[in-house]
């Protein structure tokens, strides 16, 4: 069964350094999306992707945030100068063009910012 | 504004009992329905869906939900649970409205199986 594929599961940064979290949606999916879940809180929509571009995001995803499909598979998640607060687990998905299309999850990325 | 309200953040329930987790949305717009399964250290897994038709869906592992247009709820209910169905539940609705797509979720019930 295709699945969404995520990397790294943990990562442990210093405060102050990149990271990119990546992430394969599932090969005829067109709609991609980033949820965060900081630990024991709910799934929060940072933001979602469709051909090529930003759709939608939601005011957590600010300027330190970015994404990007380099190529035809991946799906990244840059976060440009991390704080402790943005220890969480991130989760990526994707979707079907049609409009009642359910939302496919990765595993999730753990990301700890020490 | 859209919202999904899950009014209990944590249920309890002693193995083989029956359960229910509320879920209510706010709007009336078009909607479509999905309840996922969040198991300790794990992603996100969908459970069951309503998009259509019979308003009782059943899902995986003998859970079903139940749409109410008029009380824009989408409860699900298990008739006896086991130990291993403890795990974090939400539940999540597309609004549809003027031709845009709006995926919410609501904020998670953490289902606690006791033996």
């Known amino acids: 069964e295709p699945e969404v594929t995520q990397t790294p599961s943990h990562q442990v940064t210093q405060m102050g350094q990149e990271v990119i979290l990546r992430c394969v949606p599932i090969?005829?999916?067109?709609?991609f999306y980033w949820y965060r879940q900081i630990l024991g809180q709910k799934v929060e929509f940072l933001v979602s992707?469709?051909?090529?571009?930003?759709?939608?995001k939601s005011e957590i995803f600010d300027d330190q945030f970015s994404v990007e499909r380099p190529d035809g598979s991946n799906f990244t998640l840059k976060i440009r100068s991390t704080k402790l607060e943005d220890s969480a687990m991130y989760f990526c998905?994707?979707?079907?063009?049609?409009?009642?299309?359910?939302?496919?999850f990765g595993e999730g990325s753990r990301l700890t910012v020490l | 504004a859209q919202s999904v309200t899950q009014l209990d953040s944590q249920v309890p329930v002693f193995e083989e009992a029956p359960v229910e987790l509320r879920c209510n949305y706010s709007?009336?717009?078009?909607?479509?329905l999905f309840w996922y399964v969040q198991y300790p250290n794990q992603g996100l897994q969908l459970l069951l869906k309503?998009?259509?038709?019979?308003?009782l869906v059943k899902g995986i592992n003998g859970f079903e939900a139940e749409f109410n247009k008029s009380q824009t709820s989408f409860h699900l209910r298990k008739p006896s649970v086991h130990i291993s169905d403890t795990a974090e539940y939400f539940c999540?609705?597309?609004?549809?409205?003027?031709?845009?797509?709006?995926?919410?979720f609501g904020t998670g019930t953490r289902l606690k199986v006791l033996a």
């Open positions: 309503y998009l259509s038709g019979s308003t």
């Open positions: 709007s009336s717009v078009s909607v479509y």
């Open positions: 998905a994707s979707r079907t063009p049609r409009l009642t299309g359910e939302l496919f």
């Open positions: 999540a609705v597309i609004f549809i409205t003027s031709g845009t797509y709006k995926y919410i």
């Open positions: 992707f469709y051909n090529n571009e930003i759709s939608e």
């Open positions: 090969s005829n999916h067109l709609y």
